[in-house]
C-alpha cells in the first residue's frame, strides 16, 4: 500500500490486521467478505465513488454557501479562515499558541482569497508555501443544525477537530489551548463555536476520553456519530469514509471499507474513518433518550424531536434503518434537492410516518409545532420581500400541508407573549410527552434487560434531574416556563382566601380582576395552602412584577396589601429575576442538601392585635419574642419555610406555634447537615412584615437557626441536645439514628428531672441565649465535659443549690437546707473518693490507673448579673472530730425489693431490725453522737452496692439519685426528731 509523507493510517478494528477469534467470527466474517465480493462483482468503479464523493461536496458545498449567506461579512470570513489558521502557526493571526503546536490541514492549499482574508485580520501577515512534514490536523468538520432549515442566528456552531492519533499530551494540550483561544476570538465577532478535539481512531474504538462538553459520557457515541454522519458539513481536510460504503453496504461496513483499500479504489490518506453504525447497543437509545430528556427540561421544543427520534429508532431495534443512511440512499440515488436532504426537514418526516403509523396525532401535532419553533421563522409576520427565500419558503410549503391557515400561524408566532394560562397548558403537553416517551423508553430497557451495560450511576443522575424538575408535590416550587414565553407578567392578579371543610383555608390565584362573585365561574391559576408559596410560584414564574395590581379577598382578608407587597419584595432580593442559578449534574451524586433557608414570620399574623385595637401597647423588659413579658407570651404564631436545595429545588413548608418553629428546626437541621464536609453553610434569613414588632421576632428566629446550626454542624456535636424555652415551658431538640427530633419538657422542675437521666453516652448541651438567663444551669452546662465528674453548687441562705455533672453529661440537682460549705465539699470529696476508689478495684478491664477526682466550683453572679465559677479544693488535713461516716450497703438499687442497711461508726441499722423505722433510728443516733449539738444535714458518704449498679460501667447518676432519696429521708427524720425535741422543752 502505497501512504504519502506525512499520513498518519491504522487499521481500524475488524479489517486486515486486526485479526479474527474464534470460529463463530471467522464464518461470520467470511459471509460478510463473500456478500461484499458480490457487491464489488456486480460493478463498482472508481468513476462510480468519484461521482458519488463529488455529489457529497456539491451538497457540503450548497449547505456550507446558505451558512455564510446569513452571517455577517466578519463573520463569514472567520468560518473561510478557520482551516488557514489551523494550517499554520502564526503569532500574529487569531488563536495563535506558539510555533510548535501541532498544524498542517490535510489535502488543502490557501486560496489568494484566503490569504486576503487573513490579512484583513493582520495586515503584517504574509504566507509563505511551506511543505509539511507531517500533516497533523485529518479533517475540521461542522455538524449539527448548522446549514439546516433549524439553522437560527442562536445556533452554535459545533467544529470536529480531527488530528493525527500519534500526537503525545502536550501536543493535544497546545492544541486544545488553540481551539479554546479560537472559541474566544470567534465570541468577539457574534460567534459562538466549539472546537472539539479528537482523535478518529480513538473514536472509533470509543475510548471515553474522546467525548466532552455536552456528551452523555459513554452512553451515545455511535447515536453522535449517526448525527454527525446526517448533519456534518467537511470544511477542510479528508473527506468521510463512510461517504463511499453504500447504504445497502452498512452492515457489512467494515469489510466494505477494508475492499475499498484493499483493491486501492480509495487512497486512505484521502479520507477519514470514524467507524461504521453496524453493532449498536441497546442501551445506547435508552441512554441517548434520558440525556435528551435532562436537556428537554430547559429547551424542550428541541430536544423533544431527539426524543422522538430516539423512540422511533428503538420501536426499529436491533435492525434500524439509520436516518443518517436514509439519506445517503437519498444521494446515492441522485437527489441533489437541498430541501429534501436538508438533515431537519427528513428528522420530521421520519418522525412524522412513525407518528401516523402509531395513530398518534396529538404527538404529531406537537412534534410539528416542535419543528416550527426550531426553525423560528414567522411566517404570519414576515415581510413580502423575504417570503422568497428558501427557509421562509420552506416552512411555508411544509405548513401549508400540514393544513395550518393564518389563525394558527399568528397564535405561534405570538408564543414569546404567551400569558400564563396558555404556557401552562404547553408545558403541560411537553411534560405529558417527556414522562410519555421516558416510559415507552424504561420499557424498551426492561425488554433489553439483559443487553444494557449502562453506568448505573450515570443514568441514575439523569434520572433524578427528572425527577426535580417534572415531579409535582405540595410545597415544591414548579417552573412552569422552559423557554415556552419571554413575557409572562399580568397587569392585574386578584388573590382570594378561602375556608376549607377540613378547617383551613387555601388560597386561589386569578388572572385579571376577580371579585368574590365572579370567582364562581373563574378556574384559578394555582392553589396553595401558603401565601409565600403563592407569592414565590408568582415571582419565580416572573407572573408577577413590580407594576402588577394585586388585590386581595375578601375585604377582611388577614393579609394586608403592605404585607404582600414587602413579602415580593423580598423574594425580588433573594431571586433576582430571570436569574436561575445552574444545577451542575454531579450535585445530584448526593443527596439534597439546603444551600439557603428563608424564614417568613407571622404572615398575616400580628400577636398583639389585640391590645392594639384596645388602643394599648405591650412592653416588658423581659425581650425574648418567644417568652415574652411577665405573662412569658410566645409571639411566634406562624412560620413559612423556604429552602434553596442543592438538587435545584425551591421548597416551601408552613409551620404554626411553638410547635411549628421546632418542627421547621429539624427540617432545616436535615437538610441543612446532609451537604459534604466541602460545602458551606446554608445562609439564613429572617424576615417579618406583619407588625411593629415582626422585625425583632424574626431576628430572634433567625438567631436560634443558627445557633442550631452551629452546635450540630462541622464545629460542634452531632449528639447535642439543645434547650429552649418557648412560652413557660422547655423543649429540647436532638438527633437520634439520623433524624432528628423535639419533645416538651415542661417546667423547671421537669427540665431538672429529665436532665438527670442517665445517658448511654456522653451527650453535651447547648443552651439557647435567652432560655434561663436567670438560672446558674446554662453556665453549667457549657462546663460540660465527658469522663469527667463536676461538682457545682451555690449558696443562697439558707439553703445551698448542689449541682453534678456526671461522666455521660446527666445532671444531678439537690437543694440542701442548713449545709455549710465546709461540710458540704468534706462530704461530697468523701463519697466520691469512695465511689471511684470501689469501682477502680471492680474494672478488671482497666490498666489500674485510679479515675481523675471531680473538680469542685462555686457559683456565685457578678456584678452585670452574669453567672461565674470558681474552683475550690475540698478541706484537707485530718478529719474534724464531729465528721461521721455513713454509709449505705445493699444488693441493689431498688431499695423496695430488698433488705439494706446503714452503716455508721461502724454500727448497723438494717430494716431487719428497725423496719421503717430505719431512718428515725439513724437519725437519733447521729444526733446524740454529734460533739458539736448543732443541727445540720445528715450526708451519706459511701454507697456499696452489690448489684448492676457496683458493675464498673454503672451509672452514677442512678447512684447520686439513690444517695438523694436517702438522705431527703434521713433528714426529715432528723427534722421530725429536732421538732419533737422542742415541743418537749416548750
Not at 445556533?155 to 479560537?182: G, N, Q, V, Y
Not at 443518517?324 to 446515492?332: D, M, N, S
Not at 388572572?511 to 407569592?535: D, F, H, I, Q, W
Request: glycine letters at 6%.
Amino acid at each position: 500500500m502505497v501512504q504519502r509523507a506525512g499520513c498518519a493510517q491504522t487499521d481500524p478494528p475488524g479489517r486486515a490486521g486486526a485479526g479474527c477469534r474464534g470460529n463463530i467470527r471467522r464464518r461470520r466474517l467470511l459471509r460478510r467478505r463473500v456478500a461484499v465480493a458480490a457487491h464489488f462483482k456486480d460493478g463498482i468503479d472508481r468513476k462510480k465513488l468519484q461521482k458519488i464523493r463529488r455529489r457529497f461536496h456539491n451538497l457540503q458545498r450548497e449547505r456550507l454557501r446558505r451558512i455564510e449567506n446569513e452571517l455577517r461579512p466578519n463573520q463569514q470570513n472567520a468560518l473561510k479562515l478557520l482551516p488557514l489558521l489551523f494550517h499554520i502557526n502564526h503569532p500574529t493571526l487569531p488563536g495563535f499558541v506558539n510555533t510548535s503546536t501541532p498544524a498542517g490541514v490535510c489535502d488543502f492549499k490557501p486560496s489568494r482569497e484566503l490569504v486576503r482574508i487573513a490579512r484583513s485580520f493582520s495586515r503584517s501577515f504574509t504566507y509563505r508555501n511551506r511543505g509539511h512534514l507531517r500533516y497533523n490536523i485529518q479533517g475540521i468538520y461542522l455538524m449539527g443544525s448548522i446549514g439546516s432549515v433549524a439553522h437560527t442566528n442562536q445556533s452554535d456552531f459545533d467544529i470536529w477537530l480531527c488530528h493525527d492519533p500519534r500526537l503525545d499530551a502536550e501536543e493535544r494540550d497546545a492544541l486544545h489551548t488553540k481551539a479554546m483561544r479560537l472559541e474566544a476570538w470567534a465570541e468577539e465577532l457574534g460567534l459562538e463555536m466549539h472546537f472539539f478535539v479528537m482523535d478518529a481512531d480513538a473514536f472509533r474504538r470509543g475510548d471515553r476520553a474522546t467525548l466532552s462538553r455536552e456528551s452523555s459520557g459513554s452512553t451515545q457515541r455511535r447515536l453522535l456519530l449517526e448525527e454527525f454522519y446526517r448533519t456534518g458539513i467537511l470544511i477542510a481536510g479528508r473527506y468521510p469514509l463512510w461517504w463511499l460504503v453504500p447504504p445497502e453496504q452498512e452492515a457489512n461496513y467494515n469489510e466494505y471499507a477494508s475492499w475499498l483499500v484493499e483493491r486501492r479504489f480509495i487512497d486512505p490518506c484521502d479520507c477519514l474513518d470514524f467507524g461504521g453504525l453496524e453493532q449498536v447497543s441497546a442501551d445506547e437509545f435508552f441512554s441517548a433518550a434520558r440525556w435528551q430528556l435532562y436537556k428537554g427540561i430547559e429547551s424542550p421544543y428541541k430536544a423533544v424531536l431527539k426524543i422522538l427520534l430516539m423512540e422511533a429508532y428503538s420501536r426499529e431495534y436491533p435492525n434500524i434503518n439509520w436516518l443518517c443512511r436514509e439519506t445517503k440512499a437519498a444521494i446515492y440515488d441522485g437527489c441533489t434537492d437541498l430541501a429534501e436532504l436538508d438533515p431537519y426537514v427528513r428528522l420530521y418526516r421520519r418522525l412524522e410516518q412513525y407518528l401516523l403509523d402509531r395513530n398518534e396525532p396529538e404527538r404529531l401535532e406537537l412534534a410539528r409545532r416542535c419543528f416550527y419553533f426550531k426553525a423560528e421563522q414567522s411566517l404570519s409576520r414576515l415581510p413580502a420581500r423575504k417570503k422568497g427565500d428558501w427557509k421562509p419558503a420552506l416552512m411555508l410549503s411544509l405548513t401549508r400541508e400540514w393544513g395550518w391557515g393564518e389563525t394558527e400561524l399568528h397564535t405561534l408566532d405570538s408564543r414569546p407573549h404567551w400569558k400564563i394560562d396558555r404556557v401552562m397548558d404547553e408545558r403541560n403537553r411537553l411534560v405529558r410527552e417527556l414522562t410519555h416517551s421516558y416510559r415507552l423508553l424504561t420499557g424498551f430497557a426492561r425488554e433489553h434487560a439483559e443487553e444494557f451495560h449502562v453506568d448505573p450511576a450515570e443514568l441514575n443522575l439523569l434520572g433524578r434531574k427528572l425527577y426535580t424538575a417534572l415531579e409535582r408535590r405540595p410545597g415544591k416550587i414548579e417552573r412552569i416556563n422552559p423557554g415556552i414565553s419571554r413575557d409572562l407578567v399580568e397587569e392585574r392578579l386578584s388573590l382570594h382566601l378561602v375556608s376549607r371543610q377540613d378547617g383551613g383555608s387555601s388560597w386561589l390565584l386569578y388572572r385579571g380582576a376577580v371579585n368574590e362573585s365572579a370567582r364562581e365561574y373563574a378556574t384559578p391559576l394555582k392553589t396553595c395552602a401558603s401565601l409565600v408559596e403563592m407569592l414565590t410560584w408568582c415571582h419565580i414564574n416572573q407572573v408577577a412584577s413590580r407594576g402588577t395590581v394585586i388585590t386581595l379577598y375578601p375585604k377582611t382578608c388577614p393579609i394586608t396589601l403592605p404585607e404582600v407587597n414587602a413579602l415580593l419584595d423580598a423574594l425580588r432580593e433573594l431571586y433576582p429575576p430571570g436569574q436561575k442559578p445552574p444545577t451542575p449534574l454531579n450535585a445530584l451524586a448526593n443527596a439534597p442538601y439546603a444551600l439557603a433557608c428563608t424564614l417568613f414570620i407571622n404572615v398575616g399574623q400580628d400577636p398583639l392585635k389585640h391590645l392594639a385595637k384596645a388602643g394599648k401597647q405591650l412592653t416588658s423588659d423581659r425581650c425574648n419574642p418567644l417568652s415574652f413579658g411577665a405573662t412569658h407570651t410566645n409571639l411566634l404564631l406562624n412560620l413559612e419555610q423556604l429552602f434553596t436545595t442543592s438538587w435545584g429545588e425551591l421548597l416551601v413548608a408552613r409551620h404554626k406555634g411553638k410547635e411549628g418553629l421546632l418542627e421547621s428546626a429539624c427540617q432545616y437541621l436535615q437538610l441543612a447537615l446532609k451537604r459534604p464536609a466541602d460545602a458551606p453553610a446554608p445562609s439564613i434569613r429572617a424576615r417579618g412584615f406583619s407588625s411593629i414588632r415582626a422585625g425583632s421576632i424574626a431576628q430572634r428566629v433567625e438567631q436560634i437557626y443558627g445557633d442550631l446550626s452551629r452546635a450540630f454542624g462541622p464545629q460542634g456535636n452531632a449528639d447535642s441536645r439543645y434547650l429552649i424555652e418557648i412560652g413557660d415551658d422547655f423543649f429540647l431538640l436532638q438527633q437520634n439514628e439520623n433524624a432528628f427530633s423535639w419533645f416538651e419538657v415542661g417546667g423547671l422542675e421537669e427540665l431538672l428531672e429529665e436532665l438527670s437521666h442517665p445517658l448511654p453516652r456522653f451527650r453535651p448541651y447547648v443552651v439557647d441565649p435567652l432560655t434561663l438567663r436567670d438560672s446558674p444551669l446554662p453556665a453549667i452546662l457549657r462546663a460540660n465535659r465527658p469522663e469527667r465528674i463536676q461538682v457545682f453548687f451555690h449558696v443562697a441562705r439558707p439553703y445551698t443549690d448542689l449541682y453534678i455533672l456526671d461522666e455521660q453529661g446527666a445532671l444531678f440537682s439537690q437543694r440542701i437546707f442548713g449545709a455549710s460549705e465546709r461540710h458540704l465539699l468534706t462530704q461530697q470529696q468523701r463519697f466520691f473518693d469512695q465511689l471511684l476508689d470501689r469501682r477502680n478495684l471492680l474494672n478488671t478491664d482497666g490498666d489500674g490507673q485510679p479515675p481523675e477526682p471531680p473538680s469542685y466550683h462555686r457559683l456565685s453572679k457578678n456584678k452585670d448579673g452574669a453567672w461565674r465559677m470558681r474552683k475550690r479544693r475540698p478541706p484537707s488535713g485530718k478529719i474534724p472530730p464531729d465528721y461521721l461516716e455513713l454509709r449505705l450497703i445493699s444488693e441493689g438499687a431498688d431499695l423496695a425489693r430488698g433488705n439494706y442497711s446503714l452503716v455508721c461508726r461502724e454500727q448497723e441499722f438494717s430494716t431487719v431490725e428497725h423496719g421503717d423505722q430505719l431512718y428515725a433510728a439513724v437519725a437519733a443516733r447521729v444526733q446524740a453522737w454529734r460533739a458539736s449539738g448543732q443541727r445540720y444535714p445528715l450526708y451519706l458518704t459511701g454507697v456499696e452496692l452489690s448489684g448492676p449498679a457496683a458493675r464498673p460501667g454503672g451509672s452514677t447518676m442512678e447512684i447520686l439519685q439513690l444517695k438523694k432519696r436517702l438522705e431527703t429521708q434521713l433528714n426529715q427524720a432528723l427534722a421530725d426528731l429536732n421538732n419533737s425535741a422542742r415541743s418537749l422543752s416548750a
